[in-house]
Structure formats: structure tokens, C-alpha cells
């Protein structure tokens, strides 16, 4: 039947742009250049794991998932929650930036697959829920039960499912959609702006195709993550797609109402040729585009190296354990990315036994940190430092 066909998530790109989506990408392409360039490499590093964290926060929140900041923190530390909805929910937060940390670990290495293609997109998928427990894997509706395999695409009539008032394609033809995704979104064959325009059509498109019975939504804005990285406007990781989508520009319900207008069929035959609205997906293009360029000058003026060393002057100054001295050694790892132990002294001119007093202190409030006992200490943002560090990143809270 001719809706069955992949022809129906087209228009797939957009191929005529307004004058407002082509300032966008040029915008987004040169403000993303500039993000975190001041920022020493292994500072950088540290950012992005907290960038991790906050992506994942409100990944969760989209999701109708409130898992507070500390929460993935101590998840991430080995302490989990005796209840098992909240312990679900942190174990979720741990898949979230493990998956996202890969993807960040390939991107710099340079070893980033085609994010389009089917075996990354049933990877993310298959990694995500890779140690998953069995509640969160058994899929329940008003005429099937079974448990998701992770990774593995709907197959079967019981895997049919309708998302609101959309409803995906048939689970016998999903293979033939993402087969037909992975054609038109296939990077290597588009130059870098028309790589960034396929971010928010991709986005969209892959949770129209809805492939797997649950997790479309986390897997898309992972997927979006990684175009991100491939096209060039990742800042490695240093600015997250989900806090732009969860909190949309004017509201938080925007997200919801935009993925819906981009549903929308062609309305006449001044809308494009596809099965889908074009018009609406030039709105939808539209909106993502300000969304993340929004987010990447919200977290541009964040990361600025001299809000940031006074805001770490700050964090000394309101915690009595510290003495002033601290500050010279933040200060240090800020500049240089990581320094050794033995240099504390003559950063701080203290003697000896103070200044690893002063190291020890700050070690022990999270702000410096290092991989082994002995191993050179860098910059640390603990999440009980992050009102202080980074005001209005989770307002939420």
C-alpha cells in the first residue's frame, strides 16, 4: 500500500532555503567554531563530562523523568537507590552518558561511523539498553506484552504502535524506512552546511519511522549529538541539544508541539512533492536551528575563561574549609590543564606541609581531582559547585 511506502518521510531534506535557515547554519557553523577555544584541552575534557550529565538530565526530563543532578552524580559513583523505580531511573542516567561518552570518544578519535546509517542507529540503541533489567525491557499495551530486545528494529505485528496521533509505519516495513533513512541522510555525500540542515530532519524523521518499540526519543537526540560532532558544530560536546529541546526557546512545551506540526501531510501542491508538509518542516528546521544556536551561546558565555576563573574565585570565597590560597592552584589547573602535586607549593607560596594542605582541601571538595593518588591533579566541576560555577544550567532544580 502506497503509505507503506519509505516516500513517506519525504521530503527528507530541505533543498530550497529561506534566508533565515541560511543565516542560521552560517551562524550556528561559526558561533560553534569559537566555543570552548580558549578552554585548555583537558579543561575542556572535564566540561564535557559535566555536559554529559546535564544532556542526560534533561534527556530524562523530555521523558517525563526527573532525575535530579546529584542523583546521576552518586549513580555515577557507585551509589544506587534502594527503590527500584528511582534505581531504574538512575541506571537509565548511567546508559545516557556512557553512550554519549562513546560517541564523544569516537568523534575525537576520529572513528565516528555514518550516524545515519542503520548499524549506528541499532547500536546506540543496543548500547543504551545493553544492561538493562527486565522491567525496563517488557514493553505492556492494550494488545501485546513482550520484552524489547535491544537494538533490534520492530518486526512483528505486535510491535505496531501509534505515538499520539501519529502513527508509524507498519513493524513489517521499518527495515525498508531506515534502510531509506540512512540513504538520504548519509553524510559523505553532503557538504558541511547541508550536513548541519539535516540535524533537525533527521531528528524528526527518525521518530516518525519509530524503529524500535521504545527509547526513539533518547536514541534521536543521541543520534542528534553525533551529527552535531560529524558536521562540525559539536564543540566537543561542550553544548547539549536536550536542555535546548527541553526548554525550547519561549516554553517547554514547544518540543512536543513542533515534533507534532512536523508530522503534518502535504497541504497543496505549493507545499512541496513529498508526502509530508514541506512547509512544516522548514518551521520545524527553523526552530531546532535557533534552539541550538540559542544553547551554544548560552553555554558560550558559561565557559568563558574569565567568568569561569571568577566564579572559581567565588567558590572559595563562600566555602570557610578553603583558605585563599586554593584559589592560585584552580587558577593554575585552568590555565595549564593539569599540574603535579609537588609544583602546589610554589603556586601557592606556602610552605611545604600548607600547600598540600590547601591541595588536600580542595581534592576533597571535588574541584581538583586526578586519575591515581600520585597522577597530576586538573579541574573538576562537582555538581555542588554547579550553582556557584555555572548559574541557570538546571533552573529547574
Known sequence: MGVETPARIEPARLENLTEEVAD???ELSATSAILGST???????????????????YSNLIEGHDTRPRDIERALAGSLEQDGERRNLQLEAMAHIRVQALIDEKAAAGTLPEPASREFISWVHREFYRDAPDEMLRIHGDRTDFKMVPGEFRTLDTHDVSVGRHIP??????????RHFEKRYQFSQLGKAAQILAIPAAHHRLNYIHPFPDGNGRVS????HAMALKAGIGAHGLWSVSRGLARGLESRTEYKRMMDLADTPRQSDYDGRGNLSESALVEFTTWFLRVCLDQVKFMSALFDLQNLERRLRICIERNDDL?????????????RGEFERGESMRITALPERSARRVLSDLIATGLLASST????????FPVAELETLFPRLYPET
Open 373 to 380: 593518588p600520585k597522577s597530576p591533579v586538573s579541574l573538576r
Open 221 to 224: 537526540r543521541l543520534l542528534s
Open 323 to 335: 583558605k585563599p590560597e586554593s584559589f592560585n592552584l584552580l587558577q593554575e589547573a585552568l590555565i
Open 24 to 26: 542560521l547554519v552560517a
Open 39 to 57: 578552554l585548555h584541552p583537558t579543561t575542556a575534557a572535564s566540561l564535557a563530562s559535566l555536559v554529559r550529565i546535564m544532556n542526560c538530565y
Open 169 to 178: 509505519p507498519s513493524s513489517n516495513v521499518v527495515e525498508d524506512f531506515v
